[in-house]
C-alpha cells in the first residue's frame, strides 16, 4: 500500500506516520506539509509546498497512491472564521479534488473531531466548519471516505504537539489520559491508535463513515 499523508509535523499527523513507517505492508509514504517532518526513512518521501490551497504545482507528484490521510489543522483559539476555514476546509478540499481525479480508488481518512456539527448550523464556529469539510468530503467519490472524530489524543514514542498549551496540559495529564484510555475509551485515545485505525480502514474498509474515539479503539485493537 502507498500512502499520502498531509500534515505529518503535527502531533495526530507524526503518530500517523509513525505507525505507517512501521507497517511492513506499507510501501512507501508521501508526507505532504508546510514544513519538513525531519524524519529520514527509506518508505519517506516529502514534498514542502507552502499553498496547501493550491496544489496543481505538485499535481504531478500525488498520482499512484492507494491512501491519504489527512491529518493537517490548526486551532480556532485566536484565529477569525475566513482564516480558519482556509485550513479546515479549503485545503482538505483542495487534496480531496486533487487526488479524485489521480486516485479515483484511493481511500480518503479525514481527521476532525468530537463535537463536529454535522448540521452546518451551530453558533460553534470551529464544530460548524468541521460539519461543512466532513459533509463535503463525504459526497466524494472515492472507494472510501472515513471521518476519525477523536476527542482527547494522547500522544505517546516522544510524539509533542506543536501547541505550548498543549504540550504543558498533556505532561500534566499524561497518566490519566493512559487510564482514560482503558477505563474511558469513547473519550481517549491516542496517536498510535489513531495511526493503526487509519491503515486499518484504509486496507479492509469500515462499517461506519463517522469513527469517534471508541470506534477508533475498538478498530485498532481488533
Not at 518508505?43 to 496547501?52: G, N, Q, S, T
Not at 485515545?189 to 486496507?203: D, F, N, P, Q, W
Request: proline fraction near 4%; include cysteine.
Amino acid at each position: 500500500m502507498k500512502v499520502i499523508i498531509f500534515g505529518a509535523t503535527g502531533m495526530v499527523g507524526a503518530g500517523v506516520l509513525r505507525e505507517c513507517l512501521l507497517d511492513p505492508g506499507v510501501e512507501s509514504v508521501l508526507a505532504v506539509g508546510r514544513s519538513a517532518t525531519g524524519r529520514e526513512h527509506p518508505k519517506l518521501h516529502e514534498i514542502v509546498h507552502r499553498d496547501l490551497a493550491r496544489l496543481s504545482a505538485i499535481e504531478g507528484e500525488l498520482g499512484g497512491y492507494d491512501a491519504c490521510f489527512y491529518c493537517l489543522g490548526v486551532s480556532s483559539v485566536g484565529v477569525t472564521e475566513a482564516e480558519y476555514r482556509r485550513v479546515t476546509y479549503d485545503m482538505p478540499m483542495a487534496a480531496a479534488e486533487t487526488l479524485i481525479k489521480l486516485n479515483p480508488q484511493m481511500t480518503f481518512v479525514y481527521v476532525t473531531g468530537a463535537g463536529t456539527d454535522s448540521s452546518e448550523r451551530g453558533r460553534v464556529m470551529w464544530a460548524r466548519v468541521k460539519g461543512q469539510t466532513e459533509n463535503a468530503l463525504l459526497r466524494m467519490p472515492f472507494k472510501g471516505v472515513y471521518m476519525f472524530r477523536p476527542g482527547a489524543i494522547q500522544p505517546l514514542h516522544g510524539i509533542k504537539s506543536k501547541t505550548r498549551l498543549y504540550r504543558v496540559f498533556y505532561v500534566v495529564l499524561g497518566p490519566l489520559l493512559t487510564a482514560g484510555r482503558h477505563w474511558f475509551p469513547q473519550y481517549v485515545t491516542s496517536t498510535e491508535e489513531i495511526g493503526r485505525a487509519m491503515l486499518k480502514v484504509a486496507r479492509q474498509g469500515g462499517s461506519k463513515r463517522v469513527l469517534e474515539s471508541a470506534d477508533i479503539h475498538a478498530i485498532a485493537g481488533s
